[in-house]
């Protein structure tokens, strides 16, 4: 149930990534729900959750992966927690930093989000963080630096308190918008010199 990586920097092997990231790129796959705990390691290779993964909670906390991808999935995972993680992927691969789909369906029955992502920093990709699935929450988190978007989510989430800068288009692209919580610092698109997005209330608003 729990793993811990001493801190320091890991590099990867020389086994390729079989499907995400650039070619040649080597990966650690991990294949159940487990608590994986870095204690400031920096992990150079990419990190992905397998699809058949299974459990109550996934837990990843205290570690970056720079230069690769991190792809969180799990359909029998009920909850994720993604706690004070770098996550850096160069912008000119056109591929996401950070990949969120196939996970656990939506909110559990006290009200808590299935997928929480808390104090995290996300910096590069074509798009920062895609978000694929239901349930999300990002809390404390920074994004910057992506070539197109910082956030492309295709389904509903929440945002507290964090800041979405600095990115090639725009701060987020919501196709069934999002709830804003606290204060948020968003980039706003082209349309938008106003800029309504930057400090928009607690409350939220879509789109």
Known sequence: GRVSIPSGTHTGGDAPSPAQGAPGQSQLEIPTALTLE?????????????????????????????????????????????????????????????????????????????????????????DGVMIDECGVHLRRCNISGAASRGIFANRDFVIEDSVVTGCGRYGMKTRFGCERRGRNDIQPGAWDRGGWLDSYPAGGRPG
Request: glycine share 12%; net charge neutral; proline share 4%.
């Open 38 to 126: 870095g204690n400031g390691a920096e992990l150079q290779f990419a990190v992905t959750v397998a699809r058949s993964a299974r459990g109550a909670l996934l837990r990843l906390a205290n570690f970056s992966v720079a230069g690769h991808q991190m792809l969180v999935r799990g359909a029998d995972v009920k909850r994720v927690e993604l706690e004070r993680l770098q996550i850096s992927y160069p912008p000119h691969l056109q591929e996401d930093a950070l990949v969120l789909n196939e996970i656990g369906r939506g909110p559990d029955e006290s009200g808590m989000p299935s997928i929480l992502i808390d104090r995290c920093s996300v910096r590069g990709g074509s």
